[in-house]
Every structure is written in structure tokens, then in C-alpha cells.
């Protein structure tokens, strides 16, 4: 099997292509024990996530090689959707950072997320969190409908740019939960509040 001729021959963007290939020539026993792994996983049933095999073996081995970096594999990293539930043309790969074309920028997410997101910057999502009267600002968010979402998605983003070093994202979603989806998370520890905020907003937003 001519690895690196697989991974050229593919449809992912340059920069993914890049991120595979260096991570299967950094360790490629590894690499291949993954790809493996992944391979047989998504011959499960209801899996549908064959076109990520490839990407899922850098991640797993990266992630062995690198603990400081650890992505959900199947989950969205914004709403934390299980991917693996969905048809694979709903995953995306998504740039954190609008433009950043760096692999640690690089996440994946469901398109609902992704569509909603676009461009906006963490700065943008943070400012929201600071002071939800900034989501008149925003450019992309024309109706009521869409500022309120804003500001319920806002958390899902803030919560990986500002870190546990800034828990303030963790008070804006026990905030919200008990505001907008009449949920009490004041008595739950923090470690599980956002865990808790995800299905709420999965719920309201894309469970209908």
C-alpha cells in the first residue's frame, strides 16, 4: 500500500494533505496502526465517516505523540454533535482562526456549526460574552432570531479561547441555561456545566 500515493490522491484541502503526510512520516508504524483502527470503525454500522479515515490515524496518532493536543475525534468542536451519527458530507473541516492555515488550527465541526460561525473571530465571540449588547455589532446577525443564538453560541466558542484560566464563559452558560432554556446549572459542578449547556443548546437548535 502506497500511503503517501493515498493521501495525494485525495479530495482533502492542500494544508490537511500536509498535516497527514508529515504525521504518517514522523511515526509510520503508528500511523498505520491507526488508520487501521479507523478503518475498522467505520465499518460499524451507522459510522459513515470513511472519507475521515485518514484524517481520524493523524489525529490519533498525533495525539499519542503530542497529549498537549486533543481534539474531539467525533465530536463537533463546537456543539460536541457525535460526527459519527451523521452523513459525512454534514463534517467540516473548519479554521478556528478564520485564515490560519496552521494543522493546530484545524478542527473539525458539524456544518450547522461551521455555516453559523463563518468568519467571526474568538475576539468577536469573547466581546459577547463581556457584554451581550455587542451582538448589534455583529455583521452576519440580521434578526432577532440569529443575535439570540449568537449569544448562546457564543459560550461554545469562548470557552476554548478563553480557557479555564477565565471561567467567566462558565458563569455566561449558567446564565443562559437558566435565562433562556429554564435550566438551573448553578448547583452543577463547573467541570460538567458546559457538558450540560451542549445538549441544551443541540436540543434547542438542532433537535428539533
Known amino acids: 500500500m502506497n500511503i503517501k500515493r493515498i493521501i495525494q490522491s485525495t479530495e482533502y484541502p492542500e494544508y490537511i494533505k500536509e498535516y497527514i503526510l508529515k504525521t504518517y512520516e514522523e511515526n509510520p508504524d503508528l500511523f498505520l496502526m491507526e488508520l487501521r483502527k479507523a478503518e475498522n470503525s467505520s465499518k460499524r454500522p451507522g459510522m459513515g465517516n470513511k472519507k475521515?479515515?485518514?484524517?481520524?490515524?493523524?489525529?490519533?496518532?498525533?495525539?499519542?505523540?503530542?497529549?498537549?493536543?486533543?481534539?474531539?475525534?467525533?465530536?463537533?468542536?463546537?456543539?460536541?454533535?457525535?460526527?459519527?451519527t451523521i452523513p459525512a458530507e454534514n463534517v467540516r473541516f473548519e479554521h478556528f482562526i478564520p485564515k490560519m492555515h496552521v494543522t493546530a488550527n484545524i478542527v473539525q465541526a458539524c456544518k450547522w456549526c461551521d455555516k453559523f460561525k463563518r468568519d467571526r473571530t474568538p475576539e468577536d465571540f469573547e466581546s459577547i460574552i463581556i457584554d451581550e449588547e455587542n451582538v448589534k455589532k455583529d455583521k452576519y446577525a440580521k434578526t432577532n432570531v440569529e443575535r439570540k443564538k449568537l449569544i448562546e453560541f457564543a459560550p461554545l466558542v469562548a470557552c476554548h479561547s478563553m480557557g479555564n484560566s477565565n471561567p467567566i464563559w462558565i458563569d455566561k452558560m449558567i446564565e443562559i441555561a437558566s435565562r433562556n432554556y429554564g435550566v438551573d446549572l448553578s448547583n452543577v459542578h463547573p467541570r460538567q456545566v458546559r457538558w450540560r449547556y451542549y445538549?441544551?443548546?443541540?436540543?434547542?437548535?438542532?433537535?428539533?
Not at 67 to 82: I, V
Not at 199 to 208: D, M, N, S, T
Open 52 to 84: 475521515y479515515n485518514l484524517w481520524i490515524a493523524a489525529n490519533n496518532a498525533y495525539i499519542k505523540k503530542e497529549a498537549k493536543f486533543k481534539p474531539g475525534l467525533f465530536e463537533c468542536y463546537y456543539c460536541r454533535m457525535d460526527l459519527s
Open 199 to 208: 445538549e441544551l443548546f443541540r436540543k434547542k437548535w438542532y433537535q428539533k
